[in-house]
């Protein structure tokens, strides 16, 4: 889940139009896809779009509060 939200963050700010062909309006990846990809380019990421990136998650996260009280917990 953590990695769909990681994915879903990155098509909030435009990250995903990295991911597809230029002539596609809709996803050609799914949001788990996706967060695979940026958790693999976490480390090599420009710090803007790093920045952009963990906002958005971070916000994405805190809407989640199944996943806030299970990750407050731990």
């Known amino acids: 889940m953590i990695l769909t939200l990681l994915g879903a963050a990155g098509e909030k700010p435009g990250m995903d139009r990295h991911m597809k062909v230029n002539t596609v309006k ?3 990846h799914s949001l ?5 990809y940026y958790y693999g380019r ?3 990421l420009k710090r803007d779009d790093l920045k952009k990136l963990l906002e958005c ?3 994405l996260l805190a809407e989640q509060q199944v996943l806030t009280d299970i990750l407050g917990f731990i």
């Open 32 to 36: 788990f896809r996706q967060g695979c």
């Open 42 to 44: 976490l480390p090599t």
């Open 26 to 28: 809709h996803r050609t």
């Open 57 to 59: 998650f971070t916000d």
